[in-house]
C-alpha cells in the first residue's frame, strides 16, 4: 500500500507501469475509489503508458479529514501528489467529479497537464437541494442510505444485469466511503462553478459522456465541450454514469484515439 503525504494528509496512490515516458493519471468519482480504473489499466499498460491512480481525499485509503473541502483542494492535491512523484505533467483522467478535478486542473494547474480526459462530468450543478437531500440521507444512514438508488444511476439495468461482478465491485466501493469524506466532498461538487474557468482551458481535451447518464448528462457534457477550445466531444451509447465500465471497451477505444493524437 503506497501513500504520500499531500497537502496535510495521507493519500492513497498506486502506480502500474513506467510512469517515466507516457504517465497518465485516473482520478475517480465521489463514492468509489481507485479500483474505478481496473478496466482501464490492461489497456492503457498495453499502448506503453504508465498509471498513475489514487484515492481522491475523504475516499478509499486517503485520509477523510473533517471538510469544507473545495474542487480548487481537490485539484491542490492531485498536483501536490505529482510533485511527490517527481512527475511534472500528465495526461489527466477523471470521471465525473474526477472531471471536475480535471478541469479545475486545467484552469489551476496548466503546467502539469498535457492533455485532459473529463468523463460523465459537469461544470456545474443546479440541483443544489438534492445534494442536500444525500448529504442528509447519508449523515442520518450511512452509506447505505443511497447505495442502491446510487447504482441505479451509475449503471443501466441492462448493465446491471450483464455486469454483475462489477456492479459488486461498485457497490463495495460505495459502502466502504468514509462519510465524512462523502459529505465533504458533495459539499464542494455542491458550490463548484467551473463555467467561468474552463474557456481558459488550453490543453487538448476530450469529453465523454454516456448517452443514459442521468446524473451528469450528455447535455452538460456538451457544455463543457463547447466551453473549452477546442475540445471533442463522444458519447457512449448503452452507458450511464460509469461509462468507463458500463462499455470499457468503447470507453478504451476513444482514451486510445484521443492520445494517439494529441501525442500520448
Same mark, same amino acid.
Given at each position: &500500500?503506497?501513500?504520500? +503525504?499531500?497537502?496535510? %494528509?495521507?493519500?492513497?496512490?498506486?502506480?502500474?507501469?513506467? =510512469?517515466?515516458?507516457?504517465?497518465?493519471?485516473? $482520478?475517480?468519482?465521489?463514492?468509489?475509489?481507485?479500483?474505478?480504473?481496473?478496466?482501464? %489499466?490492461?489497456?492503457?499498460? /498495453?499502448?506503453?503508458?504508465?498509471?498513475?491512480?489514487?484515492?481522491?481525499?475523504?475516499?478509499?485509503?486517503?485520509?477523510?479529514?473533517?471538510?469544507?473541502?473545495? %474542487?480548487? &483542494?481537490? /485539484?491542490?492535491?492531485?498536483?501536490?501528489?505529482?510533485?511527490?512523484?517527481?512527475?511534472?505533467?500528465?495526461?489527466?483522467?477523471?470521471?465525473?467529479?474526477?472531471?471536475?478535478? *480535471?478541469? &479545475?486542473?486545467? !484552469?489551476?494547474?496548466?503546467?502539469?497537464?498535457?492533455?485532459?480526459?473529463?468523463?460523465? $462530468?459537469?461544470?456545474?450543478?443546479?440541483?443544489?437541494?438534492?445534494?442536500?437531500?444525500?448529504?442528509?440521507? !447519508? @449523515? *442520518?444512514?450511512?452509506?447505505?442510505? =443511497?447505495?442502491?438508488?446510487?447504482?441505479?444511476?451509475?449503471?443501466?439495468?441492462?448493465?446491471?444485469?450483464?455486469?454483475?461482478?462489477? =456492479?459488486?465491485?461498485?457497490?463495495?466501493?460505495?459502502?466502504?466511503?468514509?462519510?465524512?469524506?462523502?459529505?465533504?466532498?458533495?459539499?464542494?461538487?455542491?458550490?463548484?462553478?467551473?463555467?467561468?474557468?474552463?474557456?481558459?482551458?488550453?490543453?487538448?481535451?476530450? !469529453?465523454?459522456?454516456?448517452?443514459?447518464? @442521468?446524473?451528469?448528462?450528455?447535455?452538460?457534457?456538451?457544455? %463543457?465541450?463547447?466551453?473549452?477550445?477546442?475540445?471533442?466531444?463522444?458519447?457512449?451509447?448503452?452507458?450511464?454514469?460509469? /461509462?468507463?465500465?458500463?462499455?470499457?471497451?468503447?470507453?478504451? +477505444?476513444?482514451?486510445?484515439?484521443?492520445?494517439?493524437?494529441?501525442?500520448?
Amino acid at each position: &500500500m503506497a501513500k504520500h +503525504s499531500v497537502n496535510g %494528509i495521507d493519500i492513497h496512490y498506486q502506480i502500474d507501469g513506467d =510512469v517515466s515516458d507516457r504517465p497518465i493519471m485516473c $482520478s475517480n468519482s465521489l463514492a468509489s475509489n481507485l479500483n474505478m480504473w481496473d478496466l482501464q %489499466i490492461e489497456h492503457l499498460l /498495453a499502448q506503453g503508458f504508465g498509471i498513475i491512480r489514487y484515492d481522491s481525499r475523504g475516499h478509499g485509503q486517503s485520509e477523510a479529514p473533517k471538510g469544507p473541502y473545495s %474542487i480548487e &483542494m481537490l /485539484a491542490d492535491d492531485a498536483a501536490g501528489l505529482l510533485t511527490t512523484l517527481g512527475i511534472q505533467h500528465v495526461h489527466f483522467c477523471g470521471l465525473s467529479k474526477g472531471g471536475m478535478v *480535471a478541469q &479545475m486542473m486545467g !484552469v489551476r494547474h496548466p503546467d502539469r497537464v498535457k492533455s485532459l480526459i473529463i468523463a460523465d $462530468s459537469a461544470a456545474f450543478m443546479p440541483a443544489k437541494d438534492t445534494w442536500e437531500q444525500r448529504i442528509q440521507a !447519508v @449523515t *442520518a444512514g450511512g452509506m447505505e442510505a =443511497v447505495v442502491d438508488a446510487t447504482l441505479e444511476r451509475w449503471i443501466t439495468s441492462e448493465g446491471r444485469d450483464r455486469l454483475p461482478d462489477q =456492479v459488486e465491485l461498485i457497490r463495495r466501493m460505495i459502502l466502504n466511503t468514509p462519510v465524512q469524506g462523502f459529505v465533504a466532498c458533495s459539499e464542494a461538487i455542491k458550490s463548484m462553478d467551473m463555467r467561468p474557468g474552463n474557456p481558459k482551458i488550453t490543453a487538448p481535451t476530450l !469529453v465523454i459522456c454516456g448517452k443514459q447518464d @442521468t446524473g451528469t448528462t450528455p447535455q452538460q457534457a456538451e457544455e %463543457i465541450a463547447e466551453a473549452v477550445p477546442n475540445a471533442e466531444l463522444e458519447l457512449i451509447d448503452n452507458a450511464a454514469h460509469l /461509462a468507463n465500465i458500463e462499455q470499457h471497451e468503447v470507453f478504451n +477505444s476513444l482514451l486510445s484515439k484521443f492520445l494517439a493524437k494529441v501525442g500520448g
